[in-house]
Each structure stands twice: as C-alpha cells, then as structure tokens.
C-alpha cells in the first residue's frame, strides 16, 4: 500500500524547494508571466505523418464519457479501464497494466491502475506520452450537484482520446523510436474547494504518476521526453506555455510549439507563459527525470483566467467537446513524435 502523503519523503521535500510557487493540478494558480519570443525559424521542415483523424479521437472521447464517471473504485472506472486496456491491444501495443492501493486526501482507500501501452518496445529510445483517465469524484466548481462526480469530457477524456487515436496512428506506421503511452489514474481526487486547504504540498493531487514515478512499471524506465495531455478538447481552447513545464522543461515546450508553429495551429498553441500548476508533468519531470511539456487549457484573459469555463463542473461534457481542437492537437503530437 502506497500511500499519497509524500511531504514525509525527502525527495518531495527538495522537489518543492526547487519549484518555487505552484498550485493545486485544476486548481487555481499564480500570476502568469510574460510572452515568450519564439525561437528563431529553423530549416526544420514538416515530416510526413500519418493521417490523424479529430473524429475518431472524438469518439475515444465520447465512448469513455458513456461509462460514466471514472472515479477509483465506481463502476465505470473499472470497466473503462478495462476498454483501454483493449483498445491499446488491438492497436498492437505491448500492455502493462500497474495496479496499486493510494490514499486520498480524505482517507478514502483507492484501487488504481496506471496503464501503459508500449511501441517498438525494444528500442531503447523512447518518447512517453500521457495523460489521466480518472475524472473528478465532485464538482465542487459548480452551483449544483456539487457533491456529485462529473463526466470529464475535456478534464481526462480529451487526452486519453487523443492518445488512443495516437496509438491507432502508430500501430499502422511505427516511427523510427520507441513510444510510451501512458493512461495515469487518481490525477483528480485532490482536496476539494469547500474544504479548507490543508498542508499537503498539493501531494493529494496526481497520486498515479506520483506511485509511478517512485515504482516505475519498467525499472530503471527512461525516456528522452515526455508530452502530457490535459483539457486539450474543448471549443475555445488555447494552449499557453504552462509554467511548470517552462521551469523543468523549456526545450521540450518549444519542441512542441515549434512543431504548432510550422503546422500553422500558432492561433491555439500560443506564447504567453501560464502559472505554474501541479500536473502529472511534475511529478514525472522531477520524480521521474523525464522532461515533460503540458499541454493544457488555460486562460490569461483578465476576464476568464484560469482553466476552461467548465471545469470541475456538470458542463465538463460531450457539449463542451470540439473535434477540430483534438485533430489539431493530435496533428502537433504526431509531428512531435515522428520528427524524432
């Protein structure tokens, strides 16, 4: 048994010493920094991809939102992560599935399972590419049913579906490097807002990737980088330069950008630098030791700052989804990976 309350292990206690201010994952955050200049343009050309496709990841997405909720231990938690476990098979990645026992915020005992689908999986380089596929056990963002659990359409199924329409991609056409897709579990079961805030470190949140990044389901797991996926579907969407990954991870961010620049999606990858946030991407950058750049839904208008309108909330649903945001971000992700 694992259990989340990390701030007791020394290494958590010089991870936070290094990142000077950051704040719950889906949270809020701090002031957000200035634009970022983009590097100057290279002679790095387009690749050839294979064709992503925004509706079939649309329907990635739209198939785990009919299971329901994905809270650890409900119903429809076990049976998506059944589905993904499947899905990854039939697209002919090689599965390891990582069952574990976390505590939450409140107690709460939590089975979990961190699902991994491995690509070339004897090449020794590797890319890691994830995302959370538990939604948030409340909405405590909402005005009503605050206590009840959300859909989760933008806030975990987004990513997961674009990465299982990734993993279609490269089970048809293997890039010339090894790749990780990783689905991690209880990102969202931190402290909610009607509760007063307690001295965790912001450790209740990402318990998955925490427990991975400490037992990695390969020991001795490597990869050259990693991309996370968070909120990456919804109408309206921008992706600034989320802080953290700018802290621990510039390279891998203007890896990503540069690739959304040349593609011509610079209206939705933009330049401005976020607040710092707790993500998966923390944990694995500092943890884990593999760089990692969020791609995240975040908001720097004076009026809207913050994550989507509808986060942690009823309306995080199918409604709230837009093919054409997956497609595009799913187009940068497979340019990211087959430049390698």
């Known amino acids: 048994m694992e259990r989340a309350g990390l701030l007791t292990d020394g290494r958590l206690r010089a991870l936070w010493a290094s990142v000077p201010v950051l704040l719950a994952a889906c949270s809020g955050a701090t002031e957000a920094g200035p634009s970022v200049q983009p590097s100057a343009p290279t002679e790095v050309s387009l690749v050839k991809t294979p064709v992503f496709s925004a509706d079939s990841a649309f329907a990635f997405v739209a198939r785990q939102v009919d299971f329901g909720p994905r809270v650890p231990n409900m119903a429809g938690h076990v049976q998506c992560g059944d589905w993904l476990i499947g899905e990854l098979e039939r697209h002919?990645?090689?599965?390891?599935?990582?069952?574990?026992?976390?505590?939450?915020?409140?107690?709460t005992k939590l089975n979990i399972r961190n699902i991994f689908g491995a690509f070339n999986p004897a090449d020794r380089r590797r890319i890691l590419l994830y995302a959370h596929w538990d939604t948030r056990p409340f909405a405590d963002k909402d005005t009503v049913r605050t206590k009840e659990p959300?859909?989760?359409?933008?806030?975990?199924a987004s990513g997961v579906g674009v990465l299982l329409e990734m993993a279609r991609i490269l089970g048809d056409s293997l890039p010339d490097i090894g790749v990780d897709i990783a689905f991690f579990d209880a990102e969202d079961y931190g402290e909610p807002e009607w509760l007063p805030r307690q001295d965790a470190g912001y450790t209740d949140w990402c318990l998955g990737s925490q427990y991975w990044a400490r037992k990695p389901h390969v020991p001795g797991y490597r990869a050259k980088f990693?991309?996370?996926?968070?909120?990456?579907?919804?109408?309206?969407?921008?992706?600034?330069?989320?802080?953290?990954?700018?802290?621990?991870?510039?390279?891998v961010v203007d890896k990503v950008w540069s690739a959304a620049r040349r593609l011509g999606h610079a209206d939705l990858f933009r330049n401005r630098v976020t607040p710092q946030t707790v993500d998966d991407n923390l944990f694995v950058s500092q943890l884990a030791g593999i760089p990692s750049a969020n791609i995240v839904h975040y908001h720097l208008e004076t009026r809207m700052m913050g994550y989507f309108p509808y986060h942690h909330t009823h309306g995080d649903n199918m409604d709230a989804i837009d093919p054409e945001v997956l497609g595009k971000v799913g187009e940068v992700l497979a340019q990211v990976v087959y430049a390698e």
């Open 92 to 107: 002919g990645a090689e599965v390891t599935v990582q069952e574990a026992r976390v505590t939450a915020y409140d107690g």
């Open 226 to 251: 990693g991309v996370l996926l968070d909120m990456v579907g919804a109408k309206g969407a921008v992706f600034h330069r989320e802080g953290t990954s700018m802290a621990l991870a510039p390279a």
């Open 150 to 156: 959300i859909d989760g359409a933008n806030d975990g």
